[in-house]
């Protein structure tokens, strides 16, 4: 079983998506197995992380933007504009794919973790992610 | 079919946790399939990875500790000790979770390949690694 | 479903191997499913990014290659070379599985989305991925 999740974004940062995943598994019936999510992007990723500390989520944020500048005169690739190239290497350190287990028909999260779509780019976009049930 | 792996921890590093994972393939029956691993914390990791050399083991784990510093001014979430972020920001670079697909009733790794719990943090951690039999 | 596919490489940088694994799906008869990709190596990784602009490619090539320099006095690890040590360090940093949903019998790839084998080595090498296909 396949659905598809649009998030919609206005800017770079973690985007929180547990909830519309969490409804999938639950309304999915299954009880034990494997849920596994593709974003369809190649300037934004899929990251579990922790839910709870705005203040983590933020140093985050800040320190990719740090190891990957928007350096133009680094880059040959720029006509999409300046946050594009770094958008491509980030989403290239981080994750296209992610599996989390289903137990006792729901995501065998830690505690602290959350699911979140990544937007590495800084414009208005809705990233499309896939995710597959079984 | 999901099992749960307890890795217990008390600096960081890499884990070798190749051989519970080999026993559960083993012992599951399943001749051809897919292995997956989820790792249920937001400061530890899961990589696969040289399973011989320890020089290499201990360069990656130099070259890391490098390039995400314990450096207090840098990061506004520090309550919870000064390797906390940073170990965070190592989760996030690398992978939360991992696939090796089963051939002939064993896993599919490469000659070279072991698979590894990452800890991130410094003190003793009990981390729990969840494995998707199928 | 498990098949394996070769990629020749003669040099660091990206693969394209989306058409071997597109064909793959093509002659499974799956419509609806889940790629697996499984890379056997530790100095090769895998990675689902742009497929269009070259220019992209080579600056994602050039960028990994400033983040992580052959730089001997940096790595115990040197036998096998000043490119080996690195290699796995890129290798940690990018990804050893990936999983692309299958969609009406057809990978579920976003438009500008291409499969890669990351070569991070200098000479020539056979890498092998298995595709595991449900």
Chains 1, 2, 3 share one sequence.
Not at 50 to 79: G, T
Not at 81 to 100: C, E, F, Q, R, W
Not at 103 to 108: E, F, H, M, N, P
């Amino acid at each position: 079983m396949i659905e598809e999740v649009l998030v919609h974004t206005n800017n770079q940062g973690l985007h929180d998506m547990t909830k519309p995943i969490t409804d999938l598994v639950a309304s999915s019936g299954i009880s034990e197995g494997l849920c596994t999510l593709f974003v369809q992007h190649t300037s934004a990723s899929l990251l579990v992380q922790e839910n709870y500390e705005v203040s983590a989520k933020r140093d985050l944020e800040v320190w990719l933007n740090r190891l990957v500048p928007e350096n133009p005169e680094q880059y040959s690739h720029s006509s999409e504009g300046p946050d594009d190239m770094p958008a491509h290497i980030k989403s290239a350190l981080t994750a296209t794919s992610v599996n989390i287990p289903i137990l006792d028909g729901k995501l065998g999260l830690g505690t602290w973790q959350g699911i979140f779509l990544w937007e590495h780019r800084r414009s208005v976009h809705t990233r499309k992610v896939l995710v597959h049930l079984a």
